[in-house]
């Protein structure tokens, strides 16, 4: 008896054994697979704990085009703007709380830009509209992209916290859908969104 009460404290304890994995599916109106939706969960009361992400913050100018198209990073994380093109281009985004300004710069030279507020910067180049990229900025370490088949899988995650769905295309006040959902301890978990995206080339800033 002693030893399965010292078992089951032990276990207790080890609170990751008590973290479910969440798969998360988002559809259109039609059922079809959404893919490149942001997904994050936050858990009630925040996140705690440094945040790392294992993919490169940076957004590089490359073909007249941003790469990637969406990136997501920890709140607080400096993103590298390489240009390895043969022409300048003048960074920028407008968005609230992520306002920044990269001026004109030229082939394999970069800036830098912290991101200090959650949020989603939309990027743009003055010298090409039709430059266009997302930086995701998250204060959880919960966070995944949906695939060309509408999933994303959150690993770790546990309790009581608000799912979020983003989108650049998403067609709702403030490009997001958000749900509390409250996490069973252990297993599989599944959640489902159907979003609707405004028209392809509908892209606003
Ligand atoms: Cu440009």
């Given at each position: 008896?002693r030893?399965?009460i010292?078992?089951?404290?032990?276990?207790?304890?080890?609170?990751?054994?008590?973290?479910?994995?969440?798969?998360?599916?988002?559809?259109?109106?039609?059922?079809?697979?959404?893919?490149?939706a942001?997904?994050?969960?936050?858990?009630n009361?925040?996140?705690?704990?440094?945040?790392?992400?294992s993919?490169?913050?940076?957004?590089?100018?490359?073909?007249?085009?941003?790469?990637?198209?969406?990136?997501i990073?920890?709140?607080?994380?400096?993103?590298?703007f390489?240009?390895?093109?043969r022409?300048?281009?003048?960074?920028?985004?407008?968005?609230?709380?992520?306002?920044?300004?990269?001026?004109?710069?030229?082939?394999?030279?970069?800036?830098?830009?912290?991101?200090?507020?959650?949020?989603?910067a939309a990027?743009?180049?003055?010298?090409?509209?039709?430059?266009?990229?997302?930086?995701?900025?998250?204060?959880?370490?919960?966070?995944?992209?949906?695939?060309?088949?509408?999933?994303?899988l959150?690993?770790?995650?546990?309790?009581?916290?608000?799912?979020?769905?983003?989108?650049?295309?998403?067609?709702?006040?403030g490009?997001?859908?958000?749900?509390?959902?409250?996490?069973?301890?252990?297993?599989?978990?599944?959640?489902?969104?159907q979003?609707?995206?405004?028209?392809?080339?509908?892209?606003?800033?």
């Amino acid at each position: 008896m002693r030893a399965l009460i010292a078992f089951l404290i032990a276990v207790a304890a080890f609170g990751e054994a008590y973290a479910a994995d969440l798969t998360v599916r988002v559809v259109g109106p039609d059922g079809a697979p959404i893919e490149n939706a942001v997904v994050t969960f936050t858990p009630n009361g925040g996140a705690s704990g440094p945040i790392r992400f294992s993919w490169p913050y940076q957004v590089s100018q490359h073909n007249l085009q941003f790469d990637p198209y969406i990136l997501i990073v920890p709140v607080g994380a400096e993103v590298r703007f390489p240009n390895l093109d043969r022409v300048r281009h003048h960074v920028y985004s407008l968005s609230q709380a992520n306002r920044f300004e990269l001026e004109l710069y030229g082939r394999d030279e970069s800036r830098t830009h912290r991101f200090r507020q959650a949020g989603v910067a939309a990027i743009g180049c003055n010298i090409h509209d039709q430059m266009q990229a997302y930086i995701v900025i998250v204060d959880t370490p919960h966070v995944g992209r949906t695939n060309v088949g509408g999933s994303t899988l959150l690993t770790g995650v546990r309790g009581a916290g608000e799912l979020r769905v983003w989108h650049p295309q998403l067609r709702t006040r403030g490009g997001a859908m958000v749900r509390a959902v409250t996490l069973s301890p252990t297993g599989m978990a599944q959640e489902h969104f159907q979003i609707q995206l405004r028209s392809a080339g509908g892209h606003a800033h």
